[in-house]
């Protein structure tokens, strides 16, 4: 291969264009961007006005198959992320999957399984990993030097939007277009950095309240608890309906608490000279304190958000070096997604690993009654759905 991956883009619109303009700019170096496809002759149009001779498609077929490109980066809506990807990979094309990697982990697993027998990488823009901030508490809640995790809080509510913004676009905040709301869209980063960090839960129920903020048909507004194999607890709240919002983290383990909060600056670490577990067992005071302090926590300052993604995607197709992100990896918040849903539409907890079959089971049932159901690429049955967008 040449020192330059010859990437398309499928999808030009916001976050594809987003891509575009980074390659443009020189941010992207080892990548050369050969060809885009769109639905939309306009953001074909704007490409070429970009980049004089631009060859454009208006399927991702016919892209993959033009021969200009060695790698696809996929920005479309969340249902073609699956079978775009499954397309590539078989054409023997390496892939980056913008987040989330699916609406349903049925077909994701799909993907997942025709990944591990390709040659080719499969790589997924969780750009939060490149964070210093959350890799640095990743750092610390693995190290084991602060014991188990005993509970986790994470209140995300700074997603505010208006309606215009639902409004924007016919397939957005629908069951069949999207496939979800603020848990889809705006979350599938923080749900990446919950697992990420703090693992897999083994149970969950959840609350979602489908257009309680704004005139659309899927949710707006999730409370999710969670149990963890260890006993771990956790709490995760979200909205796109308040203003101002919050994002604060909180990990309780045994010798230490964590927080990070988007007011503050940095990592707070309270640092406990005895570990609450023993502590509890032994003090004599029945208000006793156990003695610790507030530490400051060094991190190494960098954040390069998608173009790190895309770089280091680059970095292992030439030369074997790390990703950020496993395209595999997608299927872990999608899996905690998939349960929020699957609890609030049942009214009941959900034990993983998930019933997946019905899961889409319920799912094609808010797609039958979708507003957008007619209008949406695949309508009726998401299994259906081809890989044209």
């Known amino acids: 291969m040449s020192s330059k991956v010859r990437l398309g883009i499928i999808g030009i619109g916001n976050m594809g264009s987003g891509h575009f303009n980074h390659w443009a700019e020189g941010a ?30 208006d399927s991702g077929s016919a892209l993959m198959d033009s021969g200009l490109v060695d790698a696809i980066l996929i920005a479309t809506p969340h249902y073609f992320h699956p079978p775009l990807a499954i397309e590539a990979l078989k054409k023997g094309l390496h892939v980056m ?51 188990e995790i005993k509970r986790v809080n994470w209140i995300i509510t700074d997603w505010y939007r208006t309606q215009s913004y639902y409004d924007s676009g016919g397939w957005r905040a629908t069951w069949s277009g999207e496939g979800g709301g603020v848990m889809l869209n705006q979350n599938p980063h923080q749900l990446d950095l919950w697992q990420w ?59 230490a608490k964590i927080i990070v909060d988007d007011d503050e600056d940095g990592i707070k670490l309270f640092e406990l000279d005895q570990s609450t577990g023993e502590y509890t067992k032994a003090a004599k005071q029945g208000f006793g304190k156990i003695k610790g302090e507030w530490k400051t926590v060094e991190t190494d300052g960098k954040n390069p958000q998608h173009v790190g993604v895309m770089n280091a995607f680059a970095a292992h197709i030439l030369r074997g070096e790390p990703l950020v992100a496993d395209g ?23 034990a993983l690993p998930l019933d997946e079959d019905l899961f889409l089971a319920e ?17 009726g049955k998401v299994e259906d759905l081809t890989g044209s967008y």
């Open 28 to 57: 992207m170096p080892e990548f050369e961007v050969t060809a885009v496809a769109d639905i939309n002759p306009d953001r074909l149009e704007w490409a070429q006005d970009q980049v004089d001779g631009m060859a454009v498609f």
């Open 363 to 379: 799912l094609n049932k808010k797609i039958a009654g979708s507003k957008n159901s007619k209008d949406a690429a695949g309508a």
């Open 197 to 255: 960090i703090c693992g897999m839960p083994s149970k969950v129920k959840a609350v979602c309240h489908e257009g309680k903020w704004h005139d659309i048909e899927v949710e707006d507004d999730v409370s999710i608890y969670v149990e963890y194999p260890n006993g771990a607890t956790g709490v995760f709240v979200s909205s796109t309906g308040d203003y101002p919002g919050t994002n604060r983290l909180e990990i309780s383990l045994d010798k």
């Open 97 to 147: 999957s913008e987040k989330p990697a699916g609406v349903y982990t049925k077909q994701v697993r799909e993907l997942n399984e025709i990944a591990a027998k390709s040659d080719k990488t499969f790589a997924i823009m969780f750009n939060q990993r490149t964070n210093c901030i959350y890799r640095k508490v990743k750092e610390l809640v693995s190290s084991g030097a602060y014991g």
């Open 328 to 350: 595999s990896e997608g299927i872990n918040g999608l899996t905690i997604s998939n349960a929020v849903f699957l609890s609030s539409w049942l009214d009941k907890e959900i």
